[in-house]
């Protein structure tokens, strides 16, 4: 049986011997050598007897083949085995990865990849495999369908699951803040404290999310999601960590997907409460072709400031995003944002517009992604204390790689790289920050 094309009878890797997976004792026979075709035949008779342990040993040994068309196609039903019959899509996800490292082009491959993501719950993973499976311009009308077939049922994936992340993060200034020694009034120049400057330091950056995903009707799903994250230093005087909790209903129309969700959050800063609030979102996603998706989301929130009463506010925002696959293996997206905080004080209060943008290059077993972007927040009045209305400039960089190839258990280690300069009118705001992140991501 071959599955994604590769001739079992002509290579001539093939026809030489396979060396046995265990290891040969003194007083044991001689163990049978089996080309790669016999092999083949021995593995896939294993799997279909159920001795998955046998099957995967001899794909596995069929994967070191130097011939790149008998490792991928022992890779490939290597894959499917561990996903179908034995409820391991993350392993099998692994594989087929591997496989698209040597061999980016591969429709097929990145098709049972989507699929493979869709069960672990990864939507935005899947949705992204699909484009890149049609920009390779390699797919019959037959797996055409196929892809229909599994975008429109993308929603009703892995009813459970979530993702963890945990890195060093070193950080130029772990407060975003002024690098000045004094701040202007409008009563003189204020000698700022030390806590009040920006402060550098190295700490561990967490976050994790797990969701719930119940269905309601064959279209429709009730969406529970929780998602926290922090930035720990040793002191704990700068400690910053949230979490929230949504729930809502998920509806599926065709390819169209919209989502709506609310719930409460909370912020904590220094190690004491900074902020609670209550909010909702609704997020619409729609294929604009095959390789192009896009996506809108509309929000509304409440914030109570817990430590500024002035700065309670209810903030109305919206944004708009392309994403694409160019090819296989690079693709990228944009995406606009625009949001209004009204406060309690017109101080506080402001209007911000931003766009940003990134795009992701897959380098052997690395995947590149890089990213940008730039906003403008202008406030409705002056502040009291401050001699002008506060008008912030913020434009951010970024560099990041994920490392497949030392990846263990699903688990892979990542680098992020950053640099953010936010020009503000009022001192205080005026800041510069440079920062990193080592460490490793999982999802479950």
């Keep these: 049986m071959v599955l994604i094309g590769v001739p079992l009878q002509t290579s001539r890797a093939q026809e030489a011997p396979v060396a046995p997976v265990a290891p040969v004792q003194p007083d044991q026979p001689k163990p049978l050598q089996l080309s790669a075709a016999q092999l083949f035949q021995f593995a896939d008779a294993a799997r279909d007897s159920g001795d998955f342990a046998s099957a995967e040993a001899a794909y596995r040994a069929l994967a070191t083949n130097p011939d790149i068309e008998l490792r991928t196609e022992a890779r490939f039903r290597l894959a499917l085995m561990l996903a179908d019959r034995m409820g391991r899509p993350r392993d099998a996800a692994i594989e087929l990865r591997r496989i698209l490292d040597e061999k980016p082009d591969v429709a097929r491959v990145r098709l049972e990849l989507a699929r493979m993501n869709a069960l672990l719950g990864r939507l935005g993973a899947a949705e992204r495999e699909f484009r890149a499976a049609q920009a390779s311009g390699q797919l019959p009308p037959d797996v055409e369908r196929a892809v229909r077939f599994y975008a429109s ?15 060093l993060a070193p950080d130029s200034n772990i407060n975003r803040a002024t690098r000045a020694d004094t701040l202007g009034t409008v009563i003189g120049d204020f000698t700022l404290s030390d806590d009040a400057r920006a402060k550098s330091g190295l700490g ?5 999310q797990g ?28 400690d ?48 604009l072709g095959k390789r192009t998706q896009l996506r809108a989301e509309t929000a509304l929130s409440r914030l109570d400031n817990r430590r500024n009463d002035l700065q309670d506010s209810t903030i109305y925002a919206a944004t708009l995003g392309l994403d694409r696959a160019f090819s296989a293996r690079f693709g990228g ?27 992701f290059r897959e380098l052997g077993r690395t995947t590149l992604v890089v990213d940008g972007s730039y906003a403008r927040l202008t406030a409705d009045e002056r502040l009291f204390l401050y001699p002008k209305k506060r008008v912030d400039e913020r434009l951010g960089i970024g560099l990041s790689a994920t ?35 080592l460490g490793v991501t999982s999802a479950f």
């Excluded at 561990?204 to 994790?208: E, F, G, I, M, V």
């Design 153 to 167: 049922a993308l929603a009703a994936a892995k009813p459970i699951g979530g993702s963890i992340e945990l890195a």
């Design 204 to 208: 561990l950056s967490a976050r994790a």
């Design 211 to 238: 969701y719930a995903r119940l269905p309601l009707g064959t279209k429709t799903r009730l969406l529970a999601r929780i998602s926290g994250s922090g930035d720990f230093y040793r002191t704990g005087q700068f």
């Design 240 to 287: 910053d960590y949230a979490l929230s909790l949504q729930l809502g209903p998920e509806f599926q129309w065709g390819a169209d997907r919209i989502t709506f969700s609310a719930g409460p959050s909370w912020r904590w800063f220094g190690q004491q409460p900074f902020s609670k609030g209550w909010g909702g979102t609704a997020v619409y996603q729609h294929p």
């Design 333 to 359: 997206g944009m995406q606009l944002r625009a949001s209004r905080t009204a406060a309690r004080d017109p101080g506080w209060s402001d209007w911000t517009g931003g766009a940003s943008g990134y795009l």
């Design 403 to 437: 490392f497949r190839a030392i990846q263990w258990k699903g688990i892979a280690p990542f680098l992020r790289l950053r640099a953010e300069r936010n020009r503000s009118t009022v001192g205080i705001f005026d800041f510069s920050r440079r920062a990193a992140e």
